[in-house]
């Protein structure tokens, strides 16, 4: 059974995926990683480039939130019983620091 989640880009995602908010049917058993891996069949090989390091490989730097929670990529997008999650995707740049 399929369940639908509302999906949304925030930073430069946005303007790779050529939308601020999207929707998808999800099986209810599916991951973050199944969720990132449909939208990189709908959305292109640049946002797949933008999400992924190699396949099924999630940039380290890359946060998904689910319903203002983070959440990890083998984590269920759908909890049972759960309304319609709110996912929103956020590519977070990583700086190296330090004093010289």
Same mark, same amino acid.
């Given at each position: 059974?399929?369940?639908?989640?509302?999906?949304?880009?925030?930073?430069?995602?946005?303007?790779?995926?050529?939308?601020?908010?999207?929707?998808? /049917?999800?099986? =209810?058993?599916? #991951?973050?990683?199944? !969720?990132? &891996?449909?939208?990189? $069949?709908?959305?292109?090989?640049?946002?797949?480039?933008?999400?992924?390091? /190699?396949?099924? =490989?999630?940039? #380290?730097?890359?946060? !998904?939130? &689910?319903?203002?929670? $983070?959440?990890?990529?083998?984590?269920?997008?759908?909890?049972?019983?759960? /309304?319609?999650?709110?996912?929103?995707?956020?590519?977070?740049?990583?700086?190296?620091?330090?004093?010289?």
């Amino acid at each position: 059974m399929t369940r639908p989640i509302a999906v949304r880009f925030l930073g430069f995602l946005e303007r790779v995926a050529g939308q601020r908010e999207t929707s998808l /049917a999800v099986e =209810e058993s599916a #991951t973050v990683l199944d !969720v990132l &891996i449909l939208l990189g $069949e709908r959305l292109g090989p640049k946002f797949t480039a933008s999400i992924f390091r /190699a396949p099924r =490989e999630v940039h #380290t730097h890359f946060r !998904v939130f &689910i319903n203002d929670d $983070e959440a990890a990529v083998n984590d269920p997008v759908v909890a049972e019983g759960e /309304a319609a999650p709110r996912v929103a995707l956020l590519l977070m740049p990583i700086f190296e620091g330090g004093c010289r």
